[in-house]
């Protein structure tokens, strides 16, 4: 097991990733910018090291200087939490040069599943149900043309080296392609440094459905159950949930362990999710696969009891699956998570600020995941979630009523909040009744 491992993160996720090194008595190195120095997490970490000025690229991003951490601070492991430089193959080969051990999957995997068309065709050959796309887009109009016609419009334009939804645009018809292209490129360069696009079939109120992976250094891959996060702006999940609901659950479980099949005969060595979308006609379509934590593994846990941070770090360790999980999983009950952010409950603009109220709820069947307090300023540097809210209960009629409670119990001032529209998801019919898509969001909050 580890000796000291730094977390290379800020916010919820480096509050989450030190109580699991607690829990596992393992040393803990903190990071942070100038403008978490107050961040009231730190408290928790054995050590923690300042690394630079708020912008992230001076400080969360600045590799130099979280490798000087792990060289100063003699750790033997780097946990890089999510966003960030969680899915960068490159950091996670240096981190290991210095003879430390990447928190994550091999830098093989990261590289191999950050770059979409590749990881399409990876998926496509080992089996999996992979929708209509295209190869990177050259500069020839008439080939852009051939492989739209192919697949037939409308289209979704995607960056091929990224993510988070940045530089997804829709092309309706071929008047309107030349134009979306150019701007997902423009978009995709600032975004991810990588210009490159490519074509997908844009389908009409898909569901976004995912499978949790752990897979060990020993060709072992479990999935621990779906999750559904088709409640999203802009491409950017809002409120998500274990299990999905109104799935054809023998197909849904099916297509589960055939993923977990299929990575353990590639050798998937750590954490992933597999995130495909469903038609409404409940045909499924590889999307991407993130290597890395997701935010939302949170509804995971509560439904089987794993922690996925302290199993992730024990996989990493160099332990078998059959040391960290248990024989057989079961999905207990039903969980939500709502994520509240500081920002405008209509427009979803970020509300920077000072938070001169943070209350977060408590109660039997919450979680709160949090790196705020009562105080502490909401800056304009980082993304703006405040917290992630997890209410799980044994239905899923029961989870919804539990977090819509917790969430009127969240008492923050000082900064706009998207707590109103989370209320009206919660409320409305079509999310009770289960029937989700990812544009039901953008109907409800018009």
């Known amino acids: 097991m580890f000796h000291k491992i730094v977390v ?14 607690g829990n596992l008595n393992i040393r803990s190195v903190a990071v942070y910018s100038e403008a978490d120095a107050d961040a009231p997490y730190l408290a928790n970490a054995d050590e923690a090291y300042c690394i630079g000025p708020a912008p992230a690229r001076e400080s969360y991003l600045n590799q130099d200087k979280l490798l000087q951490v792990v060289r100063d601070s003699h750790a ?31 830098a093989q995997w990261i590289d191999a599943m950050g770059h979409k068309t590749r990881a399409r065709d990876l998926a496509a050959q080992h089996g999996l149900p992979v929708g209509r796309g295209s190869p990177v887009l050259s500069d020839d109009q008439y080939e ?13 334009v995607k960056p091929a080296g990224g993510g988070g939804g940045i530089g997804m645009l829709v092309a ?12 997902a490129r423009s978009m995709a ?8 696009v490519y074509l997908e079939k844009y389908l009409a109120r898909p569901r976004h459905i995912e499978f949790q992976l752990l897979g060990d250094r020993h060709g072992n891959v479990r999935h621990l159950f779906d999750r559904d996060c088709s409640m999203q702006r802009r491409h950017q999940k809002v409120v998500e949930e274990a299990s999905a609901p109104l799935v054809d659950r023998t197909r849904v479980d099916e297509l589960a362990q055939q993923i977990a099949n299929t990575f353990a005969k590639m ?7 597999v995130e495909m979308l469903m038609g ?7 999307l991407e696969m993130n290597t890395r934590l997701q935010v939302e593994h949170g509804v995971t846990e509560a439904i089987t009891g ?19 999980l248990p024989p057989t999983l079961h999905a207990d009950g039903h969980a939500i998570e709502a994520r509240v952010y500081a920002e405008d409950s209509k427009r979803f603009l970020p509300s920077p600020g000072r938070l001169t109220t943070f209350r977060p709820p408590e109660g039997s069947g919450i979680r709160v995941e949090t790196g705020y307090a009562e105080g502490r300023a909401v800056t304009m540097h980082y993304d703006p979630l405040l917290a992630k809210v997890i209410a799980h209960g044994p239905s899923r009629a029961a989870a919804i009523q539990t977090l819509r409670e917790a969430l009127r119990n969240f008492s923050v001032a000082g900064v706009k909040t998207n707590l109103a529209a989370l209320d009206i998801i919660l409320g409305s019919s079509q999310f009770r009744d289960g029937e989700v898509h990812t544009g039901l969001l953008s109907q409800l909050i018009a």
């Not at 969680?86 to 981190?95: H, P, Q, Y």
């Open 306 to 324: 794993v922690d996925l941070v302290a199993a992730q770090i024990r996989s990493a360790a160099g332990l078998r699956l059959d040391d960290i």
């Open 267 to 273: 050798g998937y060595d750590n954490i992933g999710t």
């Open 280 to 286: 409404a006609d409940g045909t499924f379509s590889f």
């Open 172 to 183: 309706n018809d071929a008047s309107e392609l030349p134009s979306a292209v150019e701007r």
């Open 144 to 156: 852009m043309m051939r492989h739209a016609q192919h697949i037939g419009f409308p289209l979704l």
């Open 8 to 21: 290379a993160n800020r916010g919820a996720v480096a509050a989450r990733v030190l109580r699991a090194l």
């Open 76 to 106: 033997d492991g780097l946990h890089p939490g999510y966003g960030f430089l969680s899915e960068n193959a490159e950091f996670a080969r240096k981190v290991n040069a210095l003879g430390a051990c990447f928190v994550g999957p091999s």
């Open 189 to 196: 360069q600032r975004g991810f440094a990588n210009p490159e």
